[in-house]
T-cell receptor, first 115, second 110 residues
Framework: DVKVTQSSRYLVKRTGEKVFLECVQDMDHENMFWYRQDPGLGLRLIYFSYDVKMKEKGDIPEGYSVSREKKERFSLILESASTNQTSMYLC??????????????FGPGTRLTVT | QKEVEQDPGPLSVPEGAIVSLNCTYSNSAFQYFMWYRQYSRKGPELLMYTYSSGNKEDGRFTAQVDKSSKYISLFIRDSQPSDSATYLCATTSGTYKYIFGTGTRLKVLA
C-alpha cells in the first residue's frame, strides 16, 4: 500500500511567519507534488519534483519554495505566510511512468490557517 | 473552456441505488484517467485508474473511458451511506501535469 504522510493535519500560523510543510512517501516514487485545494477552485499545482534536488514550478508558485534533499521527502516552504495562503495543502507522489503507470497518490492534507 | 469538466452536484441518491458520475475532457492527448474519493477535510484517495479506453471493475466500482466522445464515467453499484463523499476525476497525457475536475459531491441517503 502506498503511504504518503504529511507532518501536520492542522496548522495555525501568523502573518509573516516562515512555514514548513513536510511530506514523506514510502513507495520509492520519483515524482512528488504540492497542491493547494480551495473551494470552487479545485486542486492547483504549486510545485513538482521529478528527482532529488530537481523541481519545476506549477501553476501558482508565487510565495512558495520547495526542497527535495532525499527521494522520499518533499518540503513546501511559505517564506512569509499571508492570509491568502490559508488553504488545504496536499502532497502527492507518483511513479515515473513508463508503461502505463501514472497514478498519483495523495497524503491526508494539511489545513493551514494564517491569521 | 476547462480541460476537464465535472458537474459539482450535489447528487443525492437512496441507499442501494446505482450512481453514475461523469466528466468530460477536451484534450485528446490525455491517456491516463483516475477517480478519487475525498471525504470532508481529508486527502483524495485513489479509487480507480485506467489507461486509454475501456472498462475497469473493482468491487462495486466500475470506471469507463470513452475516448471517442472524451467521456469518463464512474459507476457505483449498491451505493452505501459510506460512499457519501466528493468524487474527483483526473487525467494526464503522461507528463507531470495532472488535470483535475472540481469534484461531484455525492450523498447516499440511508
Amino acid at each position: 500500500d502506498v503511504k504518503v504522510t504529511q507532518s501536520s493535519r492542522y496548522l495555525v500560523k501568523r502573518t509573516g511567519e516562515k512555514v514548513f510543510l513536510e511530506c514523506v512517501q514510502d513507495m520509492d516514487h520519483e515524482n512528488m507534488f504540492w497542491y493547494r485545494q480551495d473551494p470552487g477552485l479545485g486542486l492547483r499545482l504549486i510545485y513538482f519534483s521529478y528527482d532529488v534536488k530537481m523541481k519545476e514550478k506549477g501553476d501558482i508558485p508565487e510565495g512558495y519554495s520547495v526542497s527535495r534533499e532525499k527521494k522520499e521527502r518533499f518540503s513546501l516552504i511559505l517564506e512569509s505566510a499571508s492570509t491568502n495562503q490559508t488553504s488545504m495543502y496536499l502532497c502527492a507522489s507518483s511513479p515515473h511512468g513508463g508503461g502505463s503507470s501514472y497514478e498519483q497518490y495523495f497524503g491526508p492534507g494539511t489545513r493551514l490557517t494564517v491569521t | 473552456q476547462k480541460e476537464v469538466e465535472q458537474d459539482p452536484g450535489p447528487l443525492s441518491v437512496p441507499e442501494g441505488a446505482i450512481v453514475s458520475l461523469n466528466c468530460t475532457y477536451s484534450n485528446s492527448a490525455f491517456q491516463y484517467f483516475m477517480w478519487y474519493r475525498q471525504y470532508s477535510r481529508k486527502g483524495p484517495e485513489l479509487l480507480m485508474y485506467t489507461y486509454s479506453s475501456g472498462n475497469k471493475e473493482d468491487g462495486r466500482f466500475t470506471a469507463q473511458v470513452d475516448k471517442s466522445s472524451k467521456y469518463i464515467s464512474l459507476f457505483i453499484r449498491d451505493s452505501q451511506p459510506s460512499d457519501s463523499a466528493t468524487y474527483l476525476c483526473a487525467t494526464t497525457s503522461g507528463t507531470y501535469k495532472y488535470i483535475f475536475g472540481t469534484g461531484t459531491r455525492l450523498k447516499v441517503l440511508a
